[in-house]
């Protein structure tokens, strides 16, 4: 059974900082992995999909790696904003479904 | 293009009542899957569906039921309420494994 893990489950960081968030999965036999960013009581938001052919991708500030035979994935933040104050989740897809198995997610919080 | 488009938003039911929720996903996508999110749970995977048929199922009971229409659109009815029903159900749509979008979800509350 797939498990996915999140941690820290919280991090308090300044403006600016670059910054790391891991995410460690128990089956390295996906089909990719996705990233995603929920504000209080929304929806989730895409931040990037890597395939499980794929090393990183990236979109602007952000790039996410995936390590499939170690069974991590990191998403990198480079200068963070207040405005990147969110939870942050990453789930994996495996083969023959599209159900996604998520971590608990990191509630970051970026103080101005 | 609109994204997904799940409604109602916000419902308050009473436990032993039954609720259907809606969810129109983006045009062109075919595949619709379901997960509820609660605090200690976290997000579970429900059910997916592809061009009306049913592909997976979560370990939920069968309370929780869903369907898929010719036109992709989604609804998920839930029987019987109970008060462990409360959470936010999302629904996701995608092309066909790949990225999935998801709505802004309905935030259930069952008193």
């Known amino acids: 059974k797939q498990e996915v893990t999140q941690i820290p489950a919280a991090l308090s960081v300044p403006e600016g900082e670059n910054l790391v968030l891991n995410c460690s999965f128990t089956?390295?036999?996906?089909?990719?992995l996705q990233w995603f960013r929920q504000d209080p009581g929304k929806g989730l938001t895409s931040l990037l999909l890597i395939q499980s052919s794929q090393r990183e991708q990236t979109s602007g500030r952000l790039n996410a790696s995936l390590d499939k035979s170690s069974g991590r994935s990191t998403l990198y933040i480079a200068a963070s904003q207040p405005g990147d104050s969110a939870t942050y989740l990453c789930a994996v897809m495996q083969g023959g479904s599209e159900k996604l198995v998520f971590g608990k997610g990191m509630k970051l919080t970026v103080n101005p | 293009k609109a994204g997904v488009t799940q409604t109602p938003r916000y419902l308050i039911k009473t436990r032993g009542q039954q609720v259907t929720l809606s969810c129109s996903p983006i045009?062109?996508?075919?595949?619709v899957s379901w997960y509820q999110q609660t605090p200690g749970q976290g997000l579970q995977f429900l059910f997916e569906y592809f061009s009306e048929t049913q592909r997976n199922k979560g370990n939920f009971p069968g309370r929780f039921s869903g369907r898929q229409f010719s036109n992709s659109r989604s609804e998920m009815n839930v029987s019987t309420l109970e008060l462990g029903d409360s959470a936010l159900y999302l629904c996701a749509s995608s092309l066909n494994y790949y990225e999935q979008y998801f709505g802004p979800g309905t935030r259930l509350t069952v008193t």
């Open positions: 045009s062109g996508h075919r595949s």
């Open positions: 089956d390295s036999a996906i089909y990719n």
